[in-house]
């Protein structure tokens, strides 16, 4: 005859059962306190996280990466920080001179040609050349109006007087400043148009070129200046400022750096595809083709 005989739990097994739960809260707590397994906790947390959520980190983190990349040539960034550096200066002569005509617009030039330079770098769009091309336009009618009026303002009488005085021959050197600022937008307009004229593999646009010798004759004219300014109209009643003739020098500086960006972008963006020439090739052909039908010859030791 069977029966079921309820067993009565013994006192060993009373006291595993309460050690093997202290022993599992002991373990429990001391995993939640490891570094690794926080690591390990805000992995699970990251990917238990909706998929949208995933998506916007994933798209903000591409978008970081795409912002400190740049399309266009280093020298693009070098130009445009020269150029902000001219108008700094315009600014500082403004500031300090007063209202010079003319300078205001100049101003303005000079930091929207800086702020093209700077988006060509970073987007590489082509149409910052039209851009760019348009102060220097601007600037080609100020020069124009400075040597006929001397320094005033459009709507006011022109100053005639300037080409009979001592200050004739700046109204000369501003002619050929207006001269150089029509090259140079000329120059942006037709590497917009034809961006490949004169790329080889080794060089790039001969725009660039041009440019830089275009560039590079704002130094004598503004050496020209400030020796000028100097010489021939200290202690009269057109007598500059030293601070006025020492941004003239200033200015060389800077004019000489943009040039040779210029020169440097011209000899640094060529295509860079190599070319084999044909007596190249062949000879490349005739070596490896003599090279696999060499023969081996395994040379035996005479005294084994």
């Not at 909706?50 to 912002?67: G, L």
């Not at 070098?78 to 001219?86: D, E, I, P, S, T």
């Not at 300037?162 to 050929?176: K, L």
């Not at 560039?215 to 200046?225: E, F, K, W």
């Amino acid at each position: 005859r069977s029966t079921d005989v309820a067993e009565e739990p013994s006192a060993f097994s009373i006291f595993f059962v309460m050690v093997s739960v202290v022993g599992n809260q002991s373990l429990r707590a001391a995993a939640a306190s490891s570094p690794h397994q926080r690591t390990t906790n805000d992995h699970c947390a990251q990917w238990a996280a909706p998929r949208e959520e995933r998506t916007t980190v994933a798209t903000k983190s591409c978008a970081a990466q795409r912002c400190s990349e740049h399309k266009g040539h280093n020298q693009l960034f070098v130009r445009g920080l020269v150029a902000f550096a001219q108008s700094t200066l315009s600014l500082l002569l403004f500031a300090t001179v007063g209202d010079i005509p003319h300078n205001q617009l100049l101003m303005c030039c000079q930091l929207v040609a800086s702020a093209s330079l700077v988006i060509q770098w970073h987007s590489g769009s082509p149409w910052m050349f039209v851009l760019r091309a348009i102060p220097s336009f601007v600037r080609f009618v100020l020069l124009v109006h400075l040597s006929a009026c001397g320094r005033r303002h459009f709507w006011q009488d022109c100053d005639t007087h300037g080409w009979m005085d001592v200050r004739c021959p700046f109204r000369v050197i501003h002619i050929f400043a207006a001269a150089r600022f029509f090259l140079n937008g000329s120059s942006l307009l037709l590497q917009f148009q034809y961006p490949l004229k004169g790329v080889t593999v080794h060089r790039g646009n001969e725009q660039l070129l041009v440019r830089a010798w275009v560039r590079i004759a704002g130094v004598p004219l503004q050496l020209l200046r400030g020796v000028l300014k100097q010489a021939l109209l200290t202690s009269t009643q057109f007598e500059r400022s030293s601070i006025e003739i020492t941004i003239n020098f200033i200015r060389c500086a800077l004019i000489t750096t943009s040039a040779a960006s210029l020169f440097i972008q011209w000899r640094t963006s060529g295509t860079g595809m190599a070319t084999i020439s044909t007596k190249e090739e062949l000879a490349a052909t005739n070596d490896a083709s003599v090279s696999e039908s060499t023969p081996v010859v395994t040379l035996r030791d005479s005294s084994s």
